[in-house]
Structures are given as C-alpha cells and as structure tokens.
Nanobody
Framework: QEPLVESGGRLVQAGGSLRLTCAAP????????MGWFRQAPGKKREFVAS????????RYADAVKGRFIVSRDDTKNTLYLQMNNLSPEDTADYYC??????????????????WGQGTHVTVSS
C-alpha cells in the first residue's frame, strides 16, 4: 500500500492551535479505522485519537480529551487532528496509522498495520 504522509507539525506557543494532516492515498482509506499516536522524547509511543469508518465512532486519550479533535475526509483520503490549547507536554512526534479494524475506534498500537513517518510538534512555554 502507498505510505501514509503526515504534515502540519511546527513550533507553536503554549495555548495555541495546530492542525495535523495525514494523506492516505489509496481506495481503501474509507474502509479503515485511522488513528493518531505520538512519541515524546525519551518516552514510549502513546495513543492520541482514533476515528472509525464513516466517522461514526471516535476515541481520545484522556490527556487530549476536550482539546483535540480527530476527523476524516473520505473524499480526499485525508485524516486530520485539530489540536487546541496546546501545552509543552504535547511536544512530540505525531504519527498517523491505519488499522485493520473498520467500526471500532481502537487505541492499541498492535491494532494498526500501517504507519506514517511522523511530523514533529514543539510547543514552547
């Protein structure tokens, strides 16, 4: 399958907003759960958010709930992560991933088969 490509990461001040984009070429994008994960320096990669096929279900990590919004545009094969009220603790490499699941917004790494290369977000205090 064609690779997933994230973009939109940059330096932003605390309290600011940022929108990440993940391009997922291919005709099967709409059939899969898509997710966002992140890895901060010196830490393990962690789940951020996921969205099911047709956007009927979403799931968020507690750390981002109420601040981040995951969405998808199946006409463009694109996944988004709107990040609001950012804090320095959100500094990380952000990865999008494609799951083998369709209707359950799963949150475990092993449930995802394809990964992008990541985009870096730095939040300054």
């Amino acid at each position: 399958q064609e690779p997933l490509v994230e973009s939109g990461g940059r330096l932003v001040q605390a309290g600011g907003s940022l929108r990440l984009t993940c391009a997922a070429p291919g005709p099967i994008f709409s059939s899969h759960v898509m997710g966002w994960f992140r890895q901060a320096p010196g830490k393990k990669r962690e789940f951020v958010a996921s969205i099911s096929r047709k956007a009927t279900n979403t799931r968020y990590a507690d750390a981002v709930k109420g601040r981040f919004i995951v969405s998808r545009d199946d006409t463009k094969n694109t996944l988004y992560l709107q990040m609001n009220n950012l804090s320095p603790e959100d500094t990380a490499d952000y990865y999008c991933a494609r799951s083998r699941f369709s209707d359950v917004a799963v949150n475990q790494e092993f449930q995802y088969d394809d990964w992008g290369q990541g985009t870096h977000v730095t939040v300054s205090s």
